[in-house]
């Protein structure tokens, strides 16, 4: 139930930032709802196809209709959303939070190994946003410099470790969330990052 429930949050949330997007286009209807869905089950199909599962949403359409939900709340309330700080990178935020565990808990639920899990984790929690932005036309969060797939990294390894050494899913799951979720708030707030490559000419 708790990983069902991080599973909807994550579609549901990243359906939000995508709407805001297609707000922010000007776009009609279609447009929402094709970017809604898109950035909503984007990451967990990539997952599901890696890991060689059915894909969650052909098993379950209620995802897709959480999409459409959404698709239909943003339509309304874009301009509500708008007025908030930073609502797009928030939302995101949470949505890499939960869905960095998610992927990892689903690798370890199939039986792949901590490494796999880990990337399934990264991948989940990053891969609709880049669709999201690269179809948009605007640069993804993954080429800025502040934090994010490391955000999601933290997360999936944190959920991992956690895991195996048999602390309860609720309790790694939360910790694993909140400290994804700790990481990014940071970089939106305080502009985080990591020390970026630089060449031996620039040193």
């Known amino acids: 139930m708790l990983f069902q429930i991080l599973d909807y949050l994550g579609v549901a949330v990243f359906a939000v930032t995508g709407g805001?997007?297609?707000?922010?286009?000007?776009?009609?209807?279609?447009?929402?709802?094709?970017?809604?869905?898109?950035?909503?089950?984007?990451g967990g199909t990539l997952r599901d196809l890696l890991l060689g599962v059915?894909?969650?949403?052909?098993?379950?359409?209620?995802?897709?209709?959480?999409?459409?939900?959404?698709?239909?709340?943003v339509w309304f309330f874009a301009h509500w959303l708008e007025r908030l700080s930073k609502p797009l990178r928030w939302v995101d935020a949470v949505g890499v939070?939960?869905?960095?565990?998610?992927?990892?808990?689903?690798a370890l639920s199939v039986g792949d190994t901590i490494l796999v899990a880990i990337l399934m984790g990264v991948s989940t929690a990053?891969?609709?946003?880049?669709?999201?932005?690269?179809?948009?036309?605007e640069p993804p969060s993954i080429v800025k410099p502040e934090i994010y797939v490391?955000?999601?990294?933290a997360g999936a390894?944190?959920?991992?470790?956690?895991?195996?050494?048999?602390?309860?899913?609720?309790?790694?799951?939360?910790?694993?969330?909140?400290?994804?979720?700790?990481l990014r708030g940071g970089a939106i707030l305080y502009g985080w990052k990591l020390p970026g490559y630089r060449s031996n000419a620039e040193r």
Do not use: H
């Open 150 to 153: 490391s955000a999601a990294f």
């Open 54 to 73: 059915p894909v969650f949403w052909v098993v379950n359409e209620t995802y897709v209709l959480v999409c459409l939900i959404v698709s239909v709340f």
């Open 157 to 182: 390894s944190c959920f991992v470790l956690l895991a195996q050494f048999d602390v309860p899913n609720a309790l790694a799951a939360g910790f694993a969330a909140l400290l994804a979720l700790g």
């Open 97 to 106: 939070a939960a869905y960095s565990v998610m992927g990892a808990a689903k």
């Open 126 to 137: 990053t891969f609709g946003g880049i669709l999201r932005d690269t179809i948009a036309g």
């Open 20 to 42: 805001i997007v297609a707000s922010r286009k000007q776009l009609d209807f279609i447009a929402f709802l094709f970017f809604a869905t898109l950035t909503g089950i984007g």
